[in-house]
């Protein structure tokens, strides 16, 4: 089912053609008062309907709005220029919104591709591209696009891990939360086109770990965080070490033999990488 344009005319046009036919039926009525002809009441009845067929062709189209019209059953077209509007009557009219529409997804638990569970919703924009798809090819469009968006939401989830811990992976959920939107606008589209709906813009606005992992997982980030600044730290320590030994060594301060340099790069990585507070042990050399 597609959309196709409805017949119709000016409403004010419409307006006038009905003052006209009322005026027709009053002149038929005073007609067949002076003289009782049979004709003049025929007429009058006649246009009597014709003026309740016309009122119920009118019609009025909001902004960003669209009406699709059936007749007895059968499919008519759509009307989706706003104003004020004449056309068939006795028809079933059902409204149709145009305008962009948004939802917040509700919070999904699911399983990521390593099979973490994890909670994730959803911000969907979207919009009506074809009104007769989504009145007639399926029940209720906004349910159908609640429910199809989980369902998308679900399975592009389940695509990427949660984080590229040991970059294993290209794209993740946390890191690279652009081109999974993307993605998932893309599976969406495909989804919902059935229902005349063209999807703007989908993006992720909430991901966690589920509570029963959570801890662990947060362990687990602050353990890659403390190791990242150790080797931070242990780098420029060993920067620091050389410095001060080669620079001893060209100023020629003190002559360190091997042993010596050992027990002082020794003696300076324990005070630059320990985490509490070194205490000097000042040598006075020998008392014989």
Known sequence: ??????????????????????????????????????????????GVVVLFLLLSGFTVIQP????????????????????????????????VSLRVINFNSDKLKVNDLEGNPIEIAAVVVYKVFDSAKAVFDVENYKTFVHT??????????????????????????????DE?????????QKRLELAGVEIIEARIMH????????????????AKAVLA?????????????????????????????????AQMVNNLMVAIVSDKGSQPVINTGSIY
């Open 64 to 95: 960003n709005q669209a009406k699709v019209f059936t007749l007895f059953g059968r499919y008519l077209g759509v009307i989706k220029h706003e104003g004020f509007w004449l056309t068939i009557p006795l028809t079933i009219r059902k409204t």
């Open 180 to 188: 999974v939107g993307d993605e998932l606008t893309k599976d969406l």
């Open 229 to 261: 600044a150790r080797k931070v730290i242990v780098e420029g320590a060993v920067s620091m070490v050389k410095s001060a030994i080669d620079q001893l060594k060209d100023e020629g301060i003190v002559e360190l033999d091997e042993e010596k340099k």
């Open 148 to 177: 199809q968006s989980e369902t998308g939401l679900r399975h592009i989830a389940s695509q990427y891990p949660y984080d590229n811990v040991n970059n294993d992976y290209e794209v993740s959920l946390r890191q690279h939360s």
């Open 207 to 222: 991901l966690a770990y589920s509570s029963e992992i959570a801890h662990a997982m947060l362990q687990r980030q602050q």
């Open 1 to 46: 089912m597609r959309e196709k344009d409805m017949f119709r005319i000016n409403g004010f046009l419409g307006v006038l053609l009905f003052l006209l036919i009322g005026a027709a039926v009053v002149f038929s009525f005073r007609q067949f008062t002076l003289t009782e002809s049979p004709v003049s009441f025929v007429l009058a009845v006649i």
